[in-house]
């Protein structure tokens, strides 16, 4: 139990909570659509490694009706993801079955497999990328894995670059990259 305490309070410090903001989501899905066969109502499985607050995969799931995972290391942000989407589920009886398929774990997301995962998304830092080479070596070949922000250095031997979203909304550059699996 220590030990789990000591672990989340480092990955915290490696990549602290911040949310990808929601005008960058629609850029971020179309793409998805138009450049990588993301399909409405279909099989695919999304995941978000280090899900916060669960914004991702509540836009994966309303907006596309496919299985949307969330992985979060603290609980008190997975709480606050459950609470979003009951109260979605309330206010929102069209969207409810999309809305259950939703999963969210409480994990680790060093130690999770990617096997069977169509798209990955990541916000994350590149300081701490560096830890990420043996959990993107599980990802399926073919998976796509979508890095908001920043690009994923030294994967090379596991992902294969494919495109680069600029989004353009602000002053400040804020860019997308997709990669994938090899
Ligand atoms: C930059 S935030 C991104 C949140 C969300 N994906 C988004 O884009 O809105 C990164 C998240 O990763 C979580 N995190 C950090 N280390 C983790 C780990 N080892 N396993 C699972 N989640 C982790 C943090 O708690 C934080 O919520």
Redesign the pocket.
């Known amino acids: 139990m220590y030990k789990k305490k000591i672990?989340?309070f480092y990955?915290?410090i490696?990549?602290?909570?911040?949310?990808?903001k929601q005008v960058y989501l629609e850029d971020i899905f179309k793409t998805l659509e138009r450049e990588f066969n993301l399909r409405k109502n279909s099989k695919q499985f999304f995941l978000?490694?280090?899900?916060?607050?669960?914004?991702?995969i509540i836009y994966s799931a309303i907006n596309y009706e496919i299985r949307s995972i969330?992985?979060?290391?603290?609980p008190i942000?997975i709480k606050e993801a459950k609470k979003s989407i009951r109260l979605l589920k309330e206010n929102n009886i069209s969207k409810r079955k999309a809305l259950h398929k939703i999963t969210l774990l409480l994990?680790?997301?060093?130690s999770?497999n990617l096997k069977n995962y169509d798209f990955i998304?990541?916000?994350?830092?590149p300081t701490?990328q560096k830890y990420l080479k043996h959990v993107f070596q599980t990802a399926k070949s073919r998976a796509i894995v979508i890095s908001?922000m920043y690009q994923l250095k030294g994967l090379t031997e596991y992902l294969e670059f494919r495109f680069k979203l600029d989004h353009n909304k602000e002053i400040q550059e804020v860019s997308t990259f997709f990669y994938r699996k090899i």
């Open positions: 672990n989340r990955s915290q490696d990549l602290p909570f911040q949310e990808t978000d490694l280090g899900s916060g607050t669960g914004q991702v969330g992985i979060e290391i603290d942000l994990g680790d997301f060093y999770h998304y990541i916000y994350s830092l701490m908001h």
